[in-house]
């Protein structure tokens, strides 16, 4: 299991236990280096492909790399913008979304292109996403009272 902590530039692996729903062995998994132009590039979202890599969009940083299961960048999708949000596959083809790049006159470029969704052909497929399963005897029940509306 992944999750982005975009403030501290990096994506955390985790195991997790399928069968009790524990969440352990913290770790980095990547991390992001700052860029050369001393522009910070952080981590964002992120979707894994069938060969268990993660593609995560770097905000600041004009791409979106893949990452292999042992943490390597082994691919780098380079864009016209900086400000890159999330990536979403639809069949072998991403979809990746960005921000809008504030900084005009220093990234003219960069803000002319901000704020588009663009389509990346990748030839590989999407992780089949999991299935969300609640145990009917799980079931907690939450009573409102009206008069806290």
Request: net charge negative; glycine share 8%.
């Amino acid at each position: 299991m992944y999750y982005t902590d975009s403030l501290k530039l990096n994506v955390l692996a985790y195991d997790f236990d399928a069968m009790t729903g524990d969440i352990t062995n913290e770790r980095v998994f990547y991390a992001q280096p700052q860029g050369e132009d001393g522009e910070i590039a952080a981590p964002d979202g992120h979707a894994m492909d069938i060969e268990g890599c993660i593609w995560v969009a770097i905000y600041g940083g004009s791409k979106v790399v893949r990452i292999s299961p042992n943490g390597e960048v082994i691919a780098e999708i380079l864009l016209p913008t900086r400000n890159i949000t999330d990536v979403a596959f639809a069949g072998e083809d991403v979809f990746i979304t960005c921000a809008t790049d504030e900084n005009v006159e220093k990234f003219p470029k960069s803000a002319e292109n901000s704020g588009n969704l663009f389509k990346c052909h990748v030839g590989i497929k999407e992780r089949p996403l999991n299935k969300f399963r609640l145990e009917k005897d799980k079931i907690g029940v939450l009573e409102i009272d009206s008069g806290m509306l």
